[in-house]
């Protein structure tokens, strides 16, 4: 099953591919056409709303080989759904008498609203649901995602169930290929956009991802960073804990982060009491950029691991400390490694039922990235050669992090933060060449999103 969401994407993503989501409407038309045709009413009416279903509708009632009504629940709104009813004669839904027909084609919400419906979706439910006539939903039923619904006979979805679909009210589900490439589910692309969680207008500080990142001592550059790139994603509060050895120096790269020092010249097994504590007031956590590989660091992530309950983004040195010897808890992992700190980590297993077995994701970089879990790999393109210079791994988890910190899951995370970086670094690479810094690529980051969201 694949959410609304999902399904946004699909469609996105397959536009972006040179399939129009016009040409997927044609496509969806004609299949709830055949559908209609094959149940073989003697009248039916086709109820349309103002988006997307309702132009399913139209073209479906075009194409059937019987005529039937249509009516416009709601005055076309979309640019496609105004294409759609172009030329099609429709009655008026006020004046229809329900008992006049055999069937009622319900395309009036589709994917879209959830929560309460309107007090005139809410009528329209109850008259039809009443209406003693045989219903087919288009893609999924008015109101299945809310506190009222159309209980249809038949539902006609489209590529995929949607989530929910499981419950009396779709009746008898028929899925149906619309012609979406399967590239659009396995390249992540521009539709990856639609994931991303927009502030509300009244949201605050810290309710848009507040992250933690566990990072330096030996090395300073790294959590720095990672932190000034979740920052760029849109994270709302970032925390570097770093060892005193390097608490200044990742200090003073920025006033936009917060730091807090521990102990010592690298990371032990005594600081992670207070981590854990500070973890638990961050929304995600990002574990590795620059902590070196000294035995007591190695043990203290593999604690880390066990005990933090957010999500954790493991990178860099994060990943070395703990390949030699597996936490046994890391279903809310996600790694992001490079091609040695991958065989180091999957030790000659398959990345997919390496991901299977622990519940993680990976996110392995490379020319391509592949995003690995428990379901099907997904491929990122996005990137170029001047992104091969010493830190972009550590902007790239910063941008994972922050995204996993608004509430993503770990598998879109790594999917558009992957996209991000690259888009990122193919923009600073048009000024900079191959003297690229991962500075650069940071600060191209809110010119990917300003383009994108």
């Keep these: ?69 249509v009516c416009a629940f709601k005055r076309p709104k979309s640019r496609l759904c105004i294409d759609a009813a172009e030329g099609v004669k429709t009655v008026v839904y006020e004046d229809v008498n329900l008992s006049d027909y055999e069937m009622i084609v319900d395309c009036v919400l589709g994917t879209g609203p959830s929560g309460p419906l309107r007090q005139e979706y809410r009528e329209y439910v109850e008259r039809v649901n009443a209406s003693g006539c045989k219903i087919i939903a288009c893609d999924m039923p008015t109101g299945l995602y809310s506190d009222s619904s159309v209980r249809a006979d038949v539902t006609v979805t489209f590529h995929d169930a949607k989530t929910g679909m499981d419950v009396p009210e779709c009746g008898t589900v028929i899925i149906r290929d619309i012609g979406i490439p399967p590239e659009a589910e396995m ?20 309710q848009n991802g507040r992250l933690l990142i566990v990072g330096g001592g030996p090395y300073i550059g790294a959590p720095a960073m990672a932190g000034l790139a979740a920052l760029r994603t849109g994270a709302d509060l970032v925390t570097i804990v770093t060892p005193e050895r390097s608490f200044v120096q990742i200090g003073s790269f920025s006033p936009a982060y917060m730091v807090k020092s521990v102990p010592g010249d690298h990371l032990t097994t005594e600081h992670v009491g207070d981590i854990v504590e500070s973890a638990k007031h961050a929304d995600a956590v990002l574990i590795g950029p620059g902590l070196g590989t000294a035995n007591d660091t190695a043990e203290a992530v593999r604690m880390l691991i066990e005990r933090i309950e957010a999500p954790v983004v493991i990178d860099a040195d994060g990943i070395t400390c703990i390949s030699a010897r597996l936490p046994e808890k890391m279903g809310n992992i996600l790694f992001t490694p490079h091609s040695r700190e991958a065989e180091r980590l999957l030790n000659g297993e398959d990345p ?12 392995a970089k490379g020319p391509e990235d592949t995003i690995y879990s428990d379901v099907d790999p997904r491929i990122n393109h996005t990137g170029c050669a001047g992104m091969t210079v010493g830190g972009t791994g550590d902007v790239l988890a910063g941008i994972c992090a922050a995204l996993a910190s608004k509430g993503m899951s770990l598998r879109d995370s790594a999917s558009l933060g992957a996209h991000i970086s690259g888009l990122a670094g193919e923009k600073a690479f048009i000024s900079k060449s191959y003297g690229t810094l991962p500075t650069d690529v940071i600060e191209r980051i809110p010119d990917v999103l300003r383009e994108n969201l």
């Design 352 to 363: 997919k039922e390496f991901c299977k077995g622990h519940g993680c994701v990976i996110l």
């Design 187 to 206: 390249l992540v692309g521009k539709g990856d956009f639609l994931r991303y969680p927009i502030p509300g207008r009244g949201s605050h500080k810290g």
């Design 1 to 69: 099953m694949i959410s609304p969401l999902d399904s946004a994407v699909l469609d996105a993503n397959a536009e972006a591919l040179g399939v129009p989501v016009a040409d997927l409407m044609v496509n969806a038309g004609r299949v709830l056409a055949e559908e209609v045709d094959r149940l073989s009413p003697k009248r039916a009416l086709f109820v349309c709303g103002s988006g997307n279903n309702g132009g399913d509708g139209y073209t479906a009632a075009w194409f059937c080989k019987s005529e039937h009504d």
